[in-house]
Each structure stands twice: as C-alpha cells, then as structure tokens.
C-alpha cells in the first residue's frame, strides 16, 4: 500500500494530512490512541457534546495533556497542537481540517455533519454506520456532486468486507457470500441494554472499566448492528440481502465455504451473491470452534476444474467437492485501524468502502409487544431491534429504517417481531435525515 513512506514525505515536508474528528468516545479514543505514533497525522480538533469528558478519554489513552491544550481551531492549525471544544459546526467550517471523521454514533445527527462537511468541501469518513445503512447511496450522492470524499470506515467489519469482495473480484473469483461474523442466538434478540454483559462475555465492571457503553455494545448482541453491517457491505458492494433477512447460520471458518452455498448444493443460500452473517454459536450454545465471530470473510466460487485443482494444491479451506474457498480476516480492530481510511482518503482520494447502490435496508422491528405513546430508543435498546431486508420490499413496505427509529413516539400497538411502519409512528417531516432518507428512496432504484 505504500501508505507509511507517503505519510512520512508528508511530515517531513511539513504537509500533514489535517483531521478533525466528531465524537470522542470508544471507537474515536482508539483512533485517537494510534495518532501520536503514525506520521504525517495533524488532529487539529475533537470536537464533543462534553469536551470534558473527551479530555478525560484523551487522559485514559495516555495522550500528552500539553498536545490537546490549544485554546482555538487557529492555534491548533498553526502550532500543529489539538483544540478540544463542542462547536463540531466551527469545526468543519475550519480551513485548517482536510478529512472530518464522524465519530459519534447517533445517526440523525451523523446525517447533519456530513452534509454540513460536504457543503464546507471537507471529505468524511462515516464511522457511524447506522447513518450510512439508511441513506448511505444518498450521503454518496452529495459527496460526489461536491467533489469530495465519502468513505466507510476501514478497521469496522463493513469496511474490511468491502476490502475482501474487492481482492475477490480483482482477483477474478465469482463471489458467493460475504459477511462477517458473529456470537449468536435467537434469544438475543430480546437483549436490552439491562441484559448485555451477561451474554457478552465480560463483566459489568470491565465493561465500566473499558468506557463501553452497554445500548451500543447490545446494537451488537440483538443482531442490530449486523443488520446494520450488512446493509452497509450490500450497498457498497452490490451483494444483496436475503429474501427472508440474515439466518446466522452457525459455521467455523473451515465450515464456511459448505454452510455458505446454495441449499440445492447442501448450503444454506436461497441465491448466491449475497451477504450473510456466519454465527459462533450451536443452537444449543456450543462453539463452533475456530470461529469468525470478530472478523469478515468472503466465500469465493472456482469457476473451472483448474481453478479448483489450485485451491486443493494450496490446501485452502472449501467446500467437500473442492469448488468454493473462504477468504477471511479473523479480527477487526475498529478505531485501532482507522488510520487506513485517513489515509486512503487523504493521500489517495480514494474511500475504503462507499455506498454504490440501494440494495438492503435494515429496518425496525418490535423487540417486544409495543403500545401507543411509547417512544422508540434506536438500536441496541428496550423497544426495537433491526432485521436485514431487500430494499425493495421494505421501501414497498413503508417500513421504519432502523437509524431513524430514534424518540418517534408510537400511535399504533405492534406486536413483537413486527416490522414497523411509517403508519405507526409520529414523525417530523422536517427533519433533515428523514429528508435526505426520503429523497433516496426516489433518486435509487431499489433491488
């Protein structure tokens, strides 16, 4: 990739790539912490609802306090130090920031700061990838017609699947599945924030500890933020959601090119080419073994005898009759990774995972029995979770995008598993990433 040699010449000429980043939190301070130790980097400014709190997690990743002490955006451009402030708006308008990582995990108000950055000619890197599963196509529309760059973030599993289907088709392989990992099961979808750590593998108190916020960490655990996920690598890649949402089928990484085909073959695929989400768990809770639950992986076709007579010679994993290999990365390391997106952005021009089409759509669904005058609290909370589907059939549906099922307050009841509907909430038209969701909806074509 060359980056590191790049970003050197860039420090030693005095032309750092200048980054302001919006939200200080678990996957901003990881990003933050690989900062002082890679080159050609200038954090000009973090910008934060608490500033306090962000200084606090800049003292937890052991960044020097005198390096975040600059008293204005001006003085952190011209001394190369960072400004700390909550103006994320005086941030962007900055002419000292380059790239703007949003950072803060709430979808409606990611909606706002990267149309606010391409308006001000910023490029972005989207790290909330709820934003991007709603209106992702769109937010790449505006991009584009602002010249700028819009780009997932490399580091989270989408934007390492998108690496993988890349590598796939360059490499000329015909792609069956693709997707990441997973610990599941079906009881997890009633998961509240009350109830994560005891599934999650870590204690109430590392997880206090560690600054991991227990709504975002069970996004994960009722298969929200997988549906997340996969919406976001199917738009990106053109892959399409299953028919009948993500199955979870349970599958080591050996196992993943038998379980990953089609269901005439002895798989689990109503068609290939699509994503899917390998699961750690048995139904009855056992390991799988060597499981992909941190990573993302792409299952691969040979599509002549030679082709497959290679993957034998070269003992990869596949299928029991040789055709189908798995490729994989077996750990993300989110924020820790980011500095791949930086640069791919900054010095190439280039995003590392971009929504192309609008292919999948996860969408809210009643995590209980819900009743009028409830207010929905998004995803990894008490009311919904989110299901994976094609987005033909949830915008034919009227569907709730699950990024905006943020404090709409219910006017109908829906029973538990039920999909919501526009029908059965109370939304402010007004709103800007209703909108922009809306405006989508027309200008793509759905698959």
């Avoid at 860039?10 to 301070?29: C, D, M, N, T, Y």
């Avoid at 997690?57 to 306090?65: F, G, T, V």
């Avoid at 001394?79 to 308008?93: E, H, P, R, Y």
Wanted: with cysteine; charged share 20%.
């Amino acid at each position: 990739m060359n980056f590191h040699s790049q970003l050197l010449q860039r420090a030693e000429q005095g032309r750092p790539l200048r980054v302001g980043i919006i939200g200080a939190g678990k996957f901003g301070s990881m990003y933050l912490a690989q900062v002082p130790q890679t080159p050609g980097i200038h954090m000009v400014a973090i910008a934060d609802l608490s500033p306090a709190n962000a200084h606090r997690n800049l003292e937890r990743i052991h960044w020097p306090s005198e390096r975040a002490q600059a008293r204005s955006l001006d003085e952190a451009a011209k001394l190369g130090t960072t400004f700390v402030g909550d103006d994320w708006q005086a941030m962007i308008a900055h002419p000292g920031i380059d790239i703007v990582i949003e950072c803060t995990g709430n979808p409606i108000a990611a909606v706002e700061h990267c149309l606010e950055a391409f308006r001000q000619g910023k490029h972005v890197i989207n790290v909330t990838v709820e934003a991007d599963a709603f209106c992702g196509p769109l937010l790449a529309h505006r991009a584009m017609q602002a010249g700028v760059v819009y780009s997932l973030a490399y580091g989270d599993q989408p934007g390492l699947a998108c690496e993988l289907v890349d590598w796939a088709r360059t490499c000329g392989f015909p792609i069956v599945a693709a997707g990441r990992g997973h610990k599941w099961l079906p009881k997890f979808r009633e998961s509240t924030p009350d109830t994560v750590w005891d599934h999650w593998g870590v204690t109430a108190e590392q997880a206090r500890i560690g600054g991991m916020n227990p709504k975002m960490f069970n996004a994960f655990l009722d298969g929200s933020k997988p549906a997340i996920e996969s919406t976001a690598i199917a738009n990106a890649t053109g892959l399409h959601a299953p028919a009948n949402g993500l199955s979870f089928p349970p599958a080591s990484v050996e196992q993943i090119p038998t379980v990953m085909r089609l269901r005439s073959q002895g798989g689990v695929l109503d068609q290939t080419g699509v994503v899917e989400v390998a699961s750690s768990l048995h139904p009855d809770g056992r390991s799988v073994g060597y499981d992909i639950r941190k990573g993302v992986w792409v299952c691969v076709e040979a599509p002549n005898d030679y082709i497959a007579r290679c993957f034998k010679e070269y003992q990869v994993f596949t299928d029991p009759e040789g055709r189908c290999m798995v490729q994989y990365k077996k750990w993300h390391l989110i924020g820790l990774e980011l500095g791949i997106s930086v640069a791919n952005v900054g010095l190439r021009g280039e995003p590392t995972g971009v929504a192309r089409c609008f292919n999948a759509d996860v969408v809210a669904t009643a995590k209980r029995d819900l009743k009028p005058g409830e207010v929905l609290d998004g995803e990894g909370g008490y009311t919904v979770f989110g299901k994976l589907f094609p987005a033909r059939d949830s915008v034919a549906r009227r569907n709730v995008p699950l990024g905006l099922a943020h404090d709409l307050k219910l006017i109908r009841p829906v029973p538990k598993d039920q999909p919501l509907t526009w029908d059965d909430v109370r939304i402010d038209d007004t709103l800007t990433a209703y909108r922009v969701r809306k405006e989508m909806e027309q200008l793509f074509p759905q698959s």
